[in-house]
């Protein structure tokens, strides 16, 4: 039987040696290493044996059983190293070619335009300062000249929270309060960017949830002709030297006197349409000096101290740069819209 043995041996690495895939692998495994195998059947017949031949047969079988393990194991990394070295060479990968460029992402029209509106004004001297979008009425409303039951507190429709006098702001004016205090008696001129919440029906121009940019100067001796230079300055970098442009008066609790400006309507050239209201001309801010009352609940003397104020709203604004007539856009995701940027 031992010769059986060493007979099976050398016909199993001879077979061994003839596999050249994976799957030639597996059914040589299972023909002699198997529970069905020849070498796993011969040893199983170790019983046929005389006692004294049992010993040389089970040490001699655990050797061949061994060394076609050993065999295998080093037939079956030869197979996969040659298979992964065919597989790259068929795929191979031409690094001369040029790569395929990554789609990039684009910035959202509200986030180019605050972007744009923000560099003008730093480069005119204000920095930009942050304030919270969650309010409470005092900084909202009473602070900014506007008391319990003030019926200028219809002019924004509030989304109030399940907290008493808590709400979400419906304008950036309350983080003039915020500055003024932080700042006072110092001079200060800032911008507050943000978004701004109101219970609003929503329209072609007007919407619940919008950005808005605060402007902010208090210092000594500061008259309406410098809020003036400064709005017609920025409206001509943002919108071009020839772009027409006017103030109307107006009222605002916060400030007095107050004004809105208004640029020509770049979707009709002035000629009128449903954006402007068929009035060739489009409201871009609001603005005035700031009230009294206002700078005395910032920290600031009203009898040594002015200041002005402005507010615009970004979206309005982008509307009117790149020619688009419906501010639902801007939040709608479409993105028929939003790739044009």
């Known amino acids: 039987m031992l010769e059986a043995l060493d007979r099976l041996y050398e016909e ?7 596999v050249a895939d994976s799957e030639g692998l597996s059914a040589w495994y299972s023909r002699y290493l198997g529970r069905k195998g020849a070498v796993t059947q011969m040893v199983r017949r170790v019983g046929e044996l005389s006692k004294e031949e049992r010993p040389a047969f089970g040490r001699r079988a655990n050797e061949v059983k061994a060394a076609l393990e050993a065999a295998f194991q080093a037939r079956s990394r030869a197979i ?3 298979e992964i070295a065919r597989e790259v060479e068929a795929g191979a990968i031409d690094v001369t070619l040029p790569g395929r460029p990554l789609p990039r992402g684009r910035l959202h029209p509200s986030t180019r335009i605050l972007r744009e509106i923000v560099a003008i004004l730093t480069r005119m ?9 969650v309010e409470t009425d005092e900084y909202n409303f009473q ?3 506007m008391p319990p039951h003030h019926p200028a507190r219809d002019m924004w429709d509030t989304f109030y929270t399940t907290e008493p006098g808590v709400l979400l702001r419906t304008h950036t004016s309350p983080g003039q309060i915020h500055a003024m205090r932080e700042y006072a008696p110092h001079p200060i001129r800032v911008i507050l960017p943000g978004m701004c919440y109101r219970y609003e029906q929503i329209t072609a121009r007007s919407e619940i949830q919008f950005n808005q940019v605060e402007g902010l100067a208090v210092g000594r001796r500061i008259t309406m002709t410098d809020l003036k230079g400064t709005l017609v300055e920025f409206a001509r970098q943002l919108f071009g030297e020839d772009r027409p442009y006017r103030f109307r008066c107006s009222h605002f609790p916060f ?9 020509q309507c770049i979707l009709c050239g002035g000629e009128g349409c449903p954006v402007c209201k068929h009035t060739g001309w489009l409201e871009i801010m609001g603005a005035g000096m700031v009230h009294p009352v206002v700078l ?3 920290g600031y003397d009203p009898d040594v101290y002015s200041g002005f104020a402005f507010g615009m709203g970004p979206e309005r604004i982008a509307m009117l740069k790149y020619g688009i ?11 028929r819209f939003l790739e044009q940027f």
């Open 296 to 298: 005395r609940n910032g």
């Open 80 to 82: 996969k190293e040659a």
């Open 125 to 133: 001297g204000f920095q930009v300062y942050r304030s919270r979008d």
């Open 12 to 18: 199993a690495r001879n077979a061994l040696e003839a």
């Open 143 to 145: 602070l900014l000249n």
């Open 255 to 263: 400030t007095e006197p107050s004004v809105e400006m208004d640029i």
């Open 325 to 335: 007539n419906d501010i639902r856009y801007f939040w709608g995701n479409d993105l």
